[in-house]
């Protein structure tokens, strides 16, 4: 499934359930008020008891102007490419291909990811540019497997850049606001998937919200709750030994030696 299509999926949840989509809608500024609410400002002006900021890296701007760390980022670039199903089953299997080519960027990977009947290949990592994804896809084990095979469009584009989170942030909530998704840095250190874990940091601050409504308090110390529920289902069941292990891989030069003593 591709990506577009999975937020269709999901927007149709939400709005089964009740949720109100507002389209072509960019929220320029958000105001806190302890004892009123919070003020939602752009087009139009909303306000509410609490917000949720579900924003990706792309609403930085948005916690940095009420008081909230932004995580620590690296950048992902990738392109879908057309390929009959049959071809992928033979030369990729239902399986994702990692590639960690210090040569090509010392904090990151390459990937194959393969679907019905579309490659999508990237590379993520610190200061990715495009002449690093052109590299990767000269490498000859992807060049002979894609020649010839086109990239699809979407929204007007072949390829796709975008930022990622390098690391969940300390404090992700303040009165009235919680940050869930990226925008909270939740996603793998290691392969930087993050759909799992946006969507359980999601579900908790949706449990946390409900808890505070009921109660009448969206205050910080109401809402510390979320964070706490975030340490103990995400990061000390999943994510701190994948701190661990990015730790091995991108800083301790071990990933080299391994290679080094594999081919000596």
Known sequence: MFRTDFDKHLV?????AGAQIQYKFRV?????????????????????????????????????????????????????LEVP?????????????????RSLIDHGIAYVFPKSQTLSIGIAGKGVKMNHFKAFLQNPF???????????????RKVWAAPI?????????????MVIGDACGTADPILYEGIYQARLSGKIAA?????????????ESVLARY????????????LR????????????????????????
């Open 12 to 16: 149709n949840i939400a709005q089964d």
């Open 28 to 80: 320029k500024k958000i105001e806190i008020n302890k004892s009123s609410g919070v003020k939602v400002i752009g087009p139009e002006e909303y306000q509410s008891k609490c917000v949720i900021l579900a924003t990706g890296l792309g609403g930085a701007h948005l916690q940095r102007q009420i008081g909230l760390e932004v995580p620590p980022m690296i950048s992902g670039i990738q392109a879908e």
């Open 85 to 101: 199903e049959e071809v992928i089953d033979e030369q990729f299997g239902n399986r994702v291909w990692e590639f960690f080519d």
């Open 142 to 156: 992807i060049k002979e497997k894609i020649e010839g095979r086109e990239m699809k469009v979407f929204g007007g």
């Open 165 to 177: 989170p390098d690391r969940m942030i300390a404090m992700p909530y303040r009165e009235r606001v």
């Open 207 to 219: 449990e946390t919200f409900c808890q505070a409504l009921d109660k009448e308090d969206f205050g």
């Open 227 to 238: 964070n706490e529920l975030l340490l103990k289902h995400l990061y000390e069941e999943d």
């Open 241 to 264: 030994y994948s701190y661990k292990f990015h730790q091995l891989l991108y800083h301790s030069g071990l990933l080299e030696r391994i290679i080094e003593a594999s081919y000596s």
